[in-house]
Nanobody
Framework: QVQLVESGGGLVQAGGSLRLSCAASGRTFSGYVMGWFRQAPGKERDFVAGISRRGISTYYADSVKGRFTISRDNAKNTVYLQMNSLNPEDTAVYSC?????????????????WGQGTQVTVSS
């Protein structure tokens, strides 16, 4: 069992930046692939970024490439999402998730544990 708690969301103007954090507790954090997903109102939950267990491999949705950076600190049991050049289309609830395995995966059903999410709102 892994418990995930996100923080760092808020209201930001277009062009601004936010850094989300996801703190994990429970079983060995370094044993999981970690991902960030987001869900905008009236839309499905979409993959944003993922990172391998040791942080060597990362993968991004095309919509955030070059603007968002995922990282992790296994000593702190935390995964981060640095979001730059935000635009109103990035407004959503952002959730972190943990998956078994060694390969970064991008589909929802491959992730076992989920946080509650944190709201990110980008104003124009």
């Amino acid at each position: 069992q892994v418990q995930l708690v996100e923080s760092g969301g808020g209201l930001v103007q277009a062009g601004g930046s936010l850094r989300l954090s996801c703190a994990a507790s429970g079983r060995t954090f370094s044993g999981y692939v970690m991902g960030w997903f987001r869900q905008a109102p009236g839309k499905e939950r979409d993959f944003v970024a993922g990172i391998s267990r040791r942080g060597i491999s990362t993968y991004y949705a095309d919509s955030v490439k070059g603007r968002f950076t995922i990282s992790r600190d296994n000593a702190k049991n935390t995964v981060y999402l640095q979001m730059n050049s935000l635009n109103p289309e990035d407004t959503a609830v952002y959730s972190c998730a943990a998956a078994y395995g060694a390969v970064v995966v991008t589909t929802l059903n491959e992730y076992t544990y989920w946080g509650q999410g944190t709201q990110v709102t980008v104003s124009s």
